[in-house]
């Protein structure tokens, strides 16, 4: 019996001892260090975000008229360049051709006008002698006004060819700088087809695109905030135009903003997110917000990492609404009053032991 005893007592102490080991490893779990921020609550200025880009407000693309060759580009992109000056010309030899033809048409309708008008003049004052009848003047008067209306129509004949000559030499409509160029040396300029582009000094804009569920809320002259991503920097403007057709955008509603004048310089094509703020409702008063980087994606479920009391990363699957630039609407699953964990220094897992930076 006793035999038995002590080795039911050591069974005993061998089940405490592994119990005890098990319970240090369970406490020595590796400890995850961890960024937390406050939810966000955007119950004071609610807003909508759109995406845009930044355009000249004075810019051009400059097509032609004409189908010919081109004979010449003298500008190169970055080229700054004055009102009028000459960037393409188009291949005129048609135009060369049919000007002949016009200027050889004004010297015979002039001959004809000033032969018409010598006997015009004659049988005026012969008629005002009785020496001709009526009808011999009112034929030679028709001669005459036929005879005058040859010369105009070859004259304005000639002004059309001359207006044709202007689309074939491209010239700068005003003052700036080259921005594009779409077709090379010796390619089929075709007519309404882009050639070139310039930019004018001035300011800049930013065009938007907002769905039909919020173009109602954005009123014009509205004063907005236009965050740059490319150069990190937050720029005011003002609504100048919101589209009341979205039939050739896709569906969404084209809205302007014209920039005030900054300190820095601005690129057209550079992207922007523009914030429109909104009147207050209920809905926006329970709006909360957190940050997109700090969501946890697992097919078609998204979900934060919040803090317990005993100091463990919980992981909660939420419901989310719309996109607000780096910040995403919480329909449900986290509160007003909540705190998430933002970043982590190594993996973060349901359970992890955590230490607050």
């Known amino acids: 019996m006793k035999t038995i005893y002590t080795i039911a007592l050591a069974a005993s102490l061998l089940a405490i001892s592994c119990g005890k080991k098990e319970t240090t490893n369970n406490n020595n779990k590796p400890t995850v260090a961890v960024k937390v921020t406050k939810v966000t609550a955007n119950d004071n200025n609610p807003f909508i975000t759109a995406s845009g880009k930044v355009e000249a407000t004075n810019s051009a693309e400059l097509s032609t008229r004409m189908m010919g060759y081109v004979t010449n580009i003298h500008v190169k992109v970055g080229d700054k360049v004055n009102k009028g000056q000459l960037l393409l010309s188009i291949n005129n030899s048609d135009l060369q051709a049919k000007k002949a033809q016009v200027e050889a048409n004004i010297i015979k309708a002039k001959a004809g006008f000033s032969s018409a008008e010598k006997d015009y003049n004659r049988f005026k004052n012969l008629f005002k002698q009785n020496s001709a009848s009526q009808k011999e003047f009112d034929d030679i008067s028709t001669h005459y006004n036929v005879a005058k209306a040859n010369l105009e129509a070859a004259k304005q004949m000639r002004n059309e060819i001359n207006s044709q000559f202007a689309y074939t030499n491209i010239r700068a409509p005003f003052s700036g700088v080259v921005t594009s160029k779409f077709i090379d040396k010796g390619a089929m300029a075709n007519p309404g087809m882009p050639l070139i582009s310039v930019e004018g000094k001035g300011g800049f804009e930013v065009t938007a695109l907002v769905p039909e569920s919020e173009i109602y809320q954005i009123k ?83 979900g934060i990492y919040t803090v317990s009391q005993s100091n463990t990363a919980v992981l909660r699957w939420l419901r989310l609404g719309r996109t607000f630039g780096d910040q995403v609407e919480v329909l449900s699953g986290l509160s007003n009053d909540e705190s998430y964990i933002v970043s982590s220094e190594g993996k973060l897992y349901n359970g992890a032991n955590i230490t607050i930076q």
């Not at 903003?257 to 009147?279: H, Q, R, Y």
């Open 220 to 302: 014009k002259d509205t004063t907005v905030n236009v965050t740059i991503k490319s150069i990190n920097k937050i720029v005011t403007g003002k609504v100048s135009e919101v589209s009341i057709s979205a039939k050739n955008t896709g569906g969404q509603y084209l809205v302007k903003i014209d920039l005030d004048k900054t300190d820095f310089n601005l690129l057209s094509g550079m992207f922007a997110t523009v914030k429109f703020p909104i009147e207050k409702t209920q809905k926006s008063t329970d709006m909360v917000l957190i940050l997109s980087e700090a969501l946890v994606h697992k097919g078609q479920l998204s």
